[in-house]
């Protein structure tokens, strides 16, 4: 589907029934981080209050109109997205401007920016790129504004140098970033430092008492909050390891089909209701407000003369404003069905509703794909939005390990669920199913009758980009950096052309590949299917030391390498073309010359690559194709790609004539 390029300065009209629009605005270089905001302004191009700041410390308006859902990692850098509920933006609102900003570097370090403006079910509706930052520490990606009651996009690309605390001032934010007061005293001081900046403490007769007095309020703090961790409550006085203890989530007569799907809704729902965190992440996701959640099993609606009933009504209050959503939800080999979807959407657009989420184990290609394709005249009004248990999963071990439950009982409970989907009764496997095709396609290749125009390797094709995107979200949810899954540029809009491609080299060369690029290692993971030797082959490049001779730049390697297994490949390669030489890592310690006897020229990169046997089966077991990636992947990260570091040189060191001299002359 073709979209409206906005060039600088250029406005777009929105349909007059697109009533929620998300703004996503992306950057090349993922590894600096951006914080991004949006401004509700008036007439005059001012906010009315501080409250219509919404950034990473307030990610919400007063209202509820204005929503910043995050950031996260794409295949072409990173992205934050900012939801605005149009329909809902206060009348005195003229504008939604919608920045970032930079705490070091500036934004010509950031490659390309984009906005993008998509609809409920997804659909990009306007773009802006643009390469023209250079020292601006801040920048305006552009507008969401109304005019004659018709809402308008407008591309911007203003930049600021002085952050995110002067964008912020500009406009009429009152920031405040004095160090907070220390709560740690006791008594009457206690009182003193958490009561309201606008009122007084007075004490009489022993007695405190907090009296309003007109002060002006400290404004906003744009200093990041330190995010706490805390643990799930540990079990010591088990005898030995057989002692299980008791299951908060019990799998204990779990069947399969509707009871699996029941008491995993169950599950989830409880559990959000119990850690506010976990359900903030979970509902951010697909869309809503952060605040007070609720969550209803199996509630009854009328469609007709007929009933539909949802798995879940999730519901979430923040202020006047009421967001609901409709869960569906399969477990298992479960398929969500277009039928139901679209029965979903009917009822909750006659219940004006927010939006209906698909919950199954499908792992959409790429973020905001959906697995199921329905009727889009029933989007105008009603979102729909697909999770995976994958990115559940994902949410509770990102809350777990890196921090934001303050409770250990919060924790407990957050483990347990995991726990419980942990379990293959559960049905809330992460990655299932290489899809009804997988046999026919995996013979094929092998037999090399399989064409790339084929249908149903193309189908196949989109399952292993699938699985390539769950890789990618374990890793973030165990490593707590944003890992992402590599794909070119120019697939990253078209699905179609992307399955085409991936499909094409599969009956051409009979693999698979997939790029990881995990932050702070010192090269890309890469995942090779090979479906004609039934192997899966883990590699990464790293380059070698600038400097010493090419048996030091061995020797640097192998002290890195201590401990990894003796079958994995090193190759060097050498600075003259055609150049390599390759041995086994056993082989190099026991004689590093193998890799430079004989060889002219400088090592300039090494390339470890470690083989594993490639299960056949199509999904259920430990011998699945999926089980041998997914095993693959995290024992060559662990062994090999987490052990290097790039080379840094040695600092320079300073000759004696340009030593000071630090003599004691005091006593002359």
């Avoid at 590599?486 to 078209?494: E, G």
């Amino acid at each position: 589907m073709e979209f409206p390029m906005l060039s600088k300065g250029q406005n777009l009209s929105l349909a007059a029934d697109v009533e929620q629009v998300d703004v996503v605005l992306g950057w090349t270089e993922s590894e600096i981080e951006v914080d991004v905001s949006a401004l509700l302004l008036n007439v005059d191009g001012q906010v009315r209050s501080d409250a219509d700041f919404v950034f990473y410390n307030q990610p919400e308006s007063s209202d509820g109109s204005v929503r910043f859902l995050g950031t996260s990692a794409t295949e072409d850098g990173a992205q934050a997205r900012v939801a605005i509920a149009l329909s809902a933006v206060p009348e005195d609102v003229n504008v939604v401007a919608l920045a970032g900003s930079v705490a070091t570097g500036n934004f010509g370090d950031l490659g390309k920016l984009a906005l993008r403006v998509v609809d409920g079910s997804g659909h990009t509706l306007a773009e802006y790129v643009t390469a023209d930052a250079t020292t601006e520490s801040a920048f305006v990606f552009g507008e969401v504004y109304r005019r004659n009651d018709q809402w308008k996009v407008r591309a911007v690309g203003q930049g600021w140098a002085s952050g995110l605390v002067g964008l912020a001032t500009d406009f009429g934010v009152d920031i405040d970033d004095e160090p907070e007061p220390d709560v740690a005293s006791s008594g009457v001081e206690e009182a003193a430092a958490v009561a309201p900046p606008a009122d007084t403490l007075v004490v009489e007769q022993g007695r405190a008492t907090v009296t309003p007095e007109k002060t002006k309020t400290r404004g906003v703090r744009t200093a990041k909050r330190t995010v706490k961790k805390s643990k799930p409550i540990e079990f010591t006085l088990a005898e030995n390891d057989a002692w299980q203890p008791a299951r908060l989530f019990s799998v204990a007569g779990v069947g399969a089909g509707e009871e699996q799907e029941r008491r995993a809704t169950s599950a989830l729902v409880a559990t959000m209701q119990a850690v506010r965190p976990f359900a903030r992440a979970v509902c951010a996701r697909v869309g809503a407000p952060a605040g007070a959640f609720e969550g209803y099993v199996e509630v009854q609606y009328e469609r007709g003369e007929s009933k539909v009933i949802p798995d879940a009504v999730l519901r979430v209050s923040r202020g006047s404003r009421l967001w609901t959503g409709l869960l569906e939800v399969k477990t298992g080999n479960g398929k969500l069905k277009k039928e139901q979807l679209e029965n979903y959407l009917d009822v909750a657009r006659k219940k004006k509703y927010d939006v209906v989420v698909s919950l199954s184990n499908d792992v959409p290609a790429s973020a905001g794909e959906l697995p199921v394709e329905v009727d889009r005249r029933k989007l105008a009004k009603v979102s729909l939005r697909h999770l995976s248990w994958a990115e559940v999963a994902h949410e509770a071990r990102m809350l777990l390990s890196h921090g934001g439950i303050d409770s250990n009982l919060e924790a407990w409970i957050l483990a347990e669920f995991l726990r419980y989907l942990d379990h293959p009764r559960s049905g809330a496997v992460e990655f299932v199913d290489m899809g009804r095709h997988w046999v026919t396609v995996r013979d094929a290749v092998i037999a090399g009758t399989l064409r790339g125009g084929d249908q149903k390797a193309a189908a196949v094709a989109e399952t292993w980009v699938s699985l390539s995107r769950h890789l990618a979200l374990r890793l973030t949810a165990e490593l707590g950096v944003n890992v992402k899954h590599i794909l070119p540029r120019k697939f990253n809009a078209d699905p179609g052309a992307r399955n085409t491609a991936v499909a094409a080299r599969l009956a051409t060369d009979g693999i698979f590949e997939a790029v990881l690029r995990i932050p702070e290692t010192a090269g890309d993971l890469t995942v090779i299917a090979d479906m004609r030797t039934s192997r899966i082959r883990c590699r990464t490049t790293v380059d070698a030391p600038n400097e010493g001779t090419a048996g030091r730049r061995v020797s640097w390697l192998l002290k890195q390498l201590d401990g990894a297994p003796g079958d994995v490949q090193l190759e060097a390669v050498f600075s003259e073309r055609g150049n390599e030489a390759c041995d086994h890592l056993d082989a190099v310690r026991a004689d590093p010359k193998v890799l430079t006897a004989g060889r002219s020229g400088d090592i300039v990169s090494f390339c470890l690559e470690q083989s594993f046997a490639m299960g056949s089966r199509r999904s259920g077991t430990a011998t699945s194709f999926i089980s041998s990636v997914t095993s693959s992947t995290d024992a060559f990260y662990g062994t090999v790609v987490q052990k290097l570091r790039e080379f840094v040189p040695a600092a320079p060191k300073q000759t004696e004539q340009q030593r000071p001299d630090t003599t004691d002359v005091s006593a002359e």
